[in-house]
């Protein structure tokens, strides 16, 4: 999408050095949201407009055995589901990791793209979060599928919407924080896998809290969430 802006506006400190940030949590769950989404979709291949498509069996991209990521429509979303969660952790963090991640997820068309603008979000994201301070921070980067729309299918091109709920947060700079998007992943059959060509990200859809949960102090988040283990899935 040329032209469009993506920066972000730097927050103004407030109280122990926490600040709330909805706009900063939309280009680190998963820079490629903005950052990258906005940058690489080919233009002689606009995303596609929703249309309806026959129902598939349901998949769980945290068990990837279950479905092997074959030239089928299950196959295509299970593999767009892995792509959007391939960056959780300190994967986003630690440019060597990143770049070998994103080496293996993306199509020989759009690789050096992605890694360009991958290795540009790393450095925002790091910078953001404050993962340089000493002593380093507390920090949560968490994705999980919710739901998918196929919007393209061909044996050799696919379109998936993913609706996703992430989590971001860091000790030094962030208040822990959900964000809801929607990441349009478009893959091609390349070496016997689906690989990525492009991404593009939007807002939403973004269910209220219930009005009777009330949201957890940020010291006692950052001290709850990393003592849940994030479930281990096989890399695309």
């Known amino acids: 999408?040329?032209?469009?802006?993506?920066?972000?506006?730097?927050?103004?400190?407030?109280?122990?050095?926490?600040?709330?940030?909805?706009?900063l949590a939309a280009l680190t769950l998963l820079a490629v949201g903005i950052v990258i989404g906005s940058r690489i979709a080919p233009e002689h291949q606009p995303v596609a407009k929703s249309?309806?498509?026959?129902?598939?069996?349901?998949t769980d991209p945290t068990r990837p055995t279950v479905v092997p990521a074959a030239r089928t429509r299950r196959g295509a979303v299970t593999a767009a589901a892995r792509a959007v969660t391939a960056f959780d952790g300190d994967v986003l963090l630690e440019p060597a990791r990143l770049?070998?991640?994103?080496?293996r997820i993306a199509s020989r068309g759009s690789r050096l793209e992605?890694?360009?603008?991958?290795?540009?979000?790393?450095?925002q994201t790091r910078?953001?979060?404050g993962a340089d301070t000493v002593p380093r921070p507390v920090i949560v980067l968490r994705s999980v599928p919710v739901g998918y729309r196929v919007?393209?299918?061909?044996?050799?091109?696919?379109?998936?919407?993913?609706?996703?709920?992430?989590?971001?947060g860091s000790g030094a700079t962030v208040q822990p924080q959900q964000s809801w998007r929607t990441q349009v992943v478009s893959l091609v059959w390349e070496a016997g896998s689906w690989k990525v060509s492009s991404f593009a990200s939007s807002?939403?859809?973004?269910?209220?809290?219930?009005t009777v949960e009330t949201a957890y102090?940020?010291?006692?988040?950052?001290?709850?969430?990393?003592?849940?283990?994030?479930f281990e899935r096989v890399e695309p």
């Open 1 to 23: 999408m040329p032209g469009r802006d993506i920066s972000i506006p730097r927050p103004e400190p407030r109280g122990r050095g926490l600040v709330p940030a909805s706009a």
């Open 51 to 58: 249309a309806a498509s026959p129902v598939v069996p349901r």
């Open 99 to 103: 770049r070998t991640v994103v080496s």
């Open 114 to 123: 992605l890694i360009a603008a991958f290795a540009e979000a790393s450095v």
């Open 127 to 129: 910078a953001k979060l």
């Open 151 to 168: 919007e393209r299918f061909s044996s050799a091109e696919v379109t998936i919407a993913i609706w996703y709920v992430g989590i971001v």
């Open 203 to 210: 807002p939403g859809p973004t269910p209220p809290l219930s």
């Open 217 to 230: 102090a940020p010291g006692d988040l950052f001290a709850a969430i990393p003592r849940f283990e994030e």
